[in-house]
């Protein structure tokens, strides 16, 4: 089976399993959001790249969400547990996000996706318990008192820092001295649970550089991964094309 290593063992969590992780987020105030809820978003509304990531596509019908709102944020689950079929779908990952209530349509954050491995449920809870932690604790600008929005960090140039995000105040005509105010992305945790969400977020990004340098896409499904090196194993064993002009 050489060359099936590489490709992260898919594992269907089972019901039991389940039931554990929903009990741990309804435990921290987290719901389920109706399918009423996803139909009505997704309702006349054209599906851009950040939408299809916050609400699954419709024709693969619905999966599960989970919502914790909180402070003007909210932070959702997307867990691709399908109502009613037993096991996760073999398909898709599940992902944790946070957004503003007033624009639900453009999330402000996304968690790094999780695949479906044996640790995929217990990844996606973390990752839950750590965004709602920080919805929790929004923080407050110190010279206005509202609340600081999440904001995306810039190059000079202008592009967007990938994953970069940290608090900010634009409200200066209520700021004495006119500026802006702006308070880092972790300023809510101890030191424990920031060297405790630093070293998730290595070993995230470790494990997507390594996705990458493998040649693998990270933020594709586990099938269509396992479908490509199943091709890849395919064209090895088989001779190489007489005619490749169509490759030049
Ligand atoms: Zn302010």
Redo the contacts with the bound molecule.
């Keep these: 089976m050489k060359g099936v290593t590489a490709v992260p063992k898919f594992y269907a969590a089972t019901a039991a399993e389940f039931e554990e992780f929903e009990r741990e987020l309804f435990k921290r105030e987290f719901r389920r959001i109706t399918r009423a809820e996803v139909i009505e978003s997704l309702g006349g509304i054209v599906v851009s790249y950040g939408q299809s990531k916050m609400f699954p596509r419709r024709e693969r019908g619905f999966e599960n969400g989970y919502l914790f709102s909180r402070n003007g944020l909210e932070v959702v689950v997307w867990t691709s547990w399908l109502d009613g079929l037993p096991g996760l779908r073999n398909m898709d990952q599940g992902w944790v996000l946070i957004r503003d209530c007033k624009h639900p349509e453009c999330p402000s954050y996304f968690a790094v996706p999780r695949h479906r491995t044996k640790n995929f449920l217990t990844n996606l809870l973390e990752d839950a318990r750590v965004a709602a932690w920080r919805v929790r604790h929004r923080p407050k ?1 110190p ?4 609340f ?1 929005d999440i904001t995306r960090r810039h190059r000079k140039d202008g592009t967007v820092v990938p994953r970069a995000r940290f608090w900010k ?1 634009s ?1 200066i005509s ?2 004495q001295d006119g500026k802006p ?1 702006t308070e880092r992305w972790d300023c809510m945790f101890t030191k424990e649970q920031k060297a405790l969400v630093e070293k998730r977020r290595r070993t995230a990004t470790k494990q997507r550089a390594k996705r990458a340098a493998q040649g693998k896409e990270t933020f594709v499904s586990l099938k269509r991964q396992q479908e490509a090196a199943r091709r890849r194993r395919q064209q090895r064993s088989q001779p190489p094309p007489e005619d490749n002009s169509q490759n030049v």
């Design positions: 600008c010279a206005c008192g509202e600081m105040c409200r209520l700021h105010r």
